[in-house]
């Protein structure tokens, strides 16, 4: 584990809390930024093995004595501040014009025991990981990030759901006259028209061998930046997303934002 993480991860989410004026209960022996900090913790060290991350942090010194049930029940209640401290830091955090958009596959089970799966059900949740060539069961992660990988909005999709679905609820966040870069997945003329006309914002997918191709500029920009998008898959499913274990739809979710922030303080810091 590394220090400086912590304590700068701590402190940038109680400076948050505090701006939401947001208070813990008279009697609560550690408060909200410590019960978020640990999920952090456990994303970006632990594979967001919560017990692990907060047995360590108290054998360590970092929080005082908390049963892993009482944890667990705080942590459930914050879920909705967590996603608004996810949201927030992407706006506060992002720079410059350029971003990557991308989706990736966070596999609830495997398709074999999909019949037995109580999270999600239906065809819907069955999807296709064309790298890894093998079928999956559960969600798609779909993400837009900066330059520098840090997330400024996302959302979660049935598996099967096509990549063009939520794009331009995804790119309305983003500053007007940003450039995104995507993969061929992306090619759509009228999502194109839409994100410009709506926000001024313009998609570049690459374009397929059988299409006109990508102007020389549009080709070294994609060239740049499309490998950015890579390196955060990678952090990501080294945070253990496509290997999540959670017993409920709420407690996988909250392990995604807890794995989103993570990647914010791990690219940020």
């Known amino acids: 584990m590394n220090a400086t993480y912590i304590v700068t991860s701590y402190v940038v989410i109680d400076d948050l809390l505090s701006i939401m004026n947001h208070t813990d209960a008279s009697r609560a022996t ?36 908390l049963s892993v049930s009482r944890f667990n029940r705080r942590l459930h209640a914050l879920q909705d501040v ?35 799966c109580r999270k999600v059900q239906g065809d819907d949740f069955l999807g296709y990981c064309a790298s890894k060539r093998e079928y ?35 790119l309305s966040p983003l500053p007007e006259g940003s450039v995104v870069v995507a993969d061929k997945g992306y090619i759509s003329d009228k999502d194109q028209q839409l994100s410009y006309i709506n926000g001024r914002v313009r998609l570049v997918p690459k374009q397929r061998r059988n299409m006109t191709g990508n102007t ?24 253990g997303l496509q290997r999540l274990h959670a017993r409920t739809n709420p407690g996988f979710a909250l392990k995604v934002l807890a794995s989103l922030l993570a990647l914010t303080f791990t690219n940020v810091i």
């Open 82 to 116: 967590l996603l608004i401290i996810v949201s927030v830091l992407g706006e506060m955090m992002a720079t410059g014009q350029v971003f990557v958009i991308d989706t990736m596959p966070v596999p609830v089970c495997k398709r074999v025991r999909a019949e037995r």
């Open 30 to 65: 550690i408060s909200s930024a410590e019960i978020l900090t640990v999920a952090v913790v456990a994303a970006k060290f632990f594979q967001n093995h919560h017990e692990r991350a907060l047995c360590l942090l108290q054998q360590t010194g970092y929080l005082p004595k």
């Open 216 to 239: 020389i500029d549009d080709a070294a920009l994609i060239r740049a930046h499309r490998p950015r998008i890579e390196t955060v898959n990678s952090q990501l499913e080294k945070m």
């Open 136 to 170: 999956y069961f559960g969600w798609q992660l779909h993400l837009v990030c900066d330059a520098a990988g840090v997330p400024v909005s996302f959302e979660l999709l049935p598996a099967r759901w096509d990549e063009l679905t939520l794009v331009q609820a995804l």
